[in-house]
């Protein structure tokens, strides 16, 4: 008999959780195991907290000489500057150089800080001086100081990996839960298709609407988790890499698409560069849709969306 096995797992500073839907117990949680090894293997790679790993390496020569790095990490950087191109810049992996410098939501803030300060480092900011060499398969950060993070889209990478190698197991169906980022495919034990709830945004717990999901992938990013509160104005964690300043105005992006990484990667810029704008953009891409909710609590969502 079909049974859906699940379990959490603390990765990439994350809440994972991985679903795989088996009639063999032994056989799911190996597959687990598998799936939570490959993760493990992808934050090795893209983190920035380990002196060691290959994006550290490559912010360490920024503007000193170009590192050579595996495939796998060459193509993932090559995808985010693409990324970059078709969002004008409001997704970039490059904005590592503001980040944690002027903005910790984890402890209270009670100023913004100096807009001449984040002005001067924001020059930094720009994915176009990530430089590429196919053939050397090469990094080079153009500017010294500059520095890139995956925080954007690592997740979805690593969720869509993880999909990836429990379908050659032979997984039929499963969930790859990155934290809310999450990606589907099969059906659940019963036979219907993986459901989605879409949160109220002033009630997490309680959906607006739900979808069908499967074989699609999810990816939310919202200000209703991290955000601090300075004169009275709400500022989310999300940062403008263009400005250097967190965006306010929209609660939550929900982007929908066949690939985790895509999505995770398009719930930023989404949220930042204002609702029509995303709304036109989205518009154009194919198997790509969003559903947005402003801080007035009105909700748009992208032309091929029937809420229920």
């Known amino acids: 008999m079909l049974r859906e096995f699940k ?10 959780e991985i679903t795989v839907v088996s009639d063999d117990e032994k056989a799911a949680n190996q597959h ?13 790679l893209l983190t920035t907290f380990n002196e060691e790993s290959q994006t550290c390496l490559i912010n360490q020569n920024a503007g000193i000489q170009p590192v050579k790095v595996d495939r ?15 969002t004008d810049g409001y997704f970039d992996i490059s904005y590592g150089g503001i980040d944690k410098s002027f ?7 009670k100023h913004l800080p100096d807009p001449a300060l984040v002005k001067e480092h924001l020059k930094l900011v720009n994915y176009k001086n990530i430089l590429l060499d196919r053939e050397n398969q090469t990094v080079f950060l153009k500017e010294k100081g500059m520095r890139i ?25 499963g969930i790859v839960n990155a934290s809310g980022d999450l990606t589907t495919w099969g059906n659940q034990a019963n036979g219907k298709p993986w459901t989605i709830g879409i949160a109220d945004p002033d009630n997490a717990k309680l959906p607006f609407s739900y979808m069908n999901i499967t074989d699609m992938a999810v990816a939310t990013s919202g200000n209703y988790e991290k955000f601090v509160i300075i004169d009275g104005k ?3 964690h999300t940062i403008n890499p263009k400005t250097g300043m967190p965006v306010s105005g929209i609660k939550s992006v929900t982007i929908f698409c066949p690939n985790a990484e895509i999505a995770d990667a398009m719930a930023t810029p ?5 609702t029509d704008a995303a ?19 009105n909700i748009y969502s992208s032309q091929n969306i029937n809420l229920k």
């Open 7 to 16: 379990r959490p797992q603390k990765l990439m500073g994350n809440a994972f």
């Open 32 to 44: 687990i195991d598998d799936a939570i090894q490959e993760i493990r293997r992808i934050e090795k």
């Open 72 to 86: 796998e990490v060459f193509d993932l950087i090559d995808r985010s500057i693409r990324i970059s191109s078709i």
């Open 103 to 109: 903005w910790n939501f984890d402890r209270e803030m």
């Open 149 to 173: 993070g995956f925080g954007g889209i690592g997740k979805g990478y690593a969720a869509e990996m993880a999909k990836r190698l429990l379908q050659e197991k032979g997984v039929s169906s």
């Open 234 to 236: 709400k500022y989310s």
């Open 270 to 274: 989404v949220g930042i560069m204002g």
């Open 279 to 297: 709304l036109h953009l989205i518009n154009q891409i194919n198997h790509l849709e969003c559903i947005i909710i402003d801080d007035q609590d």
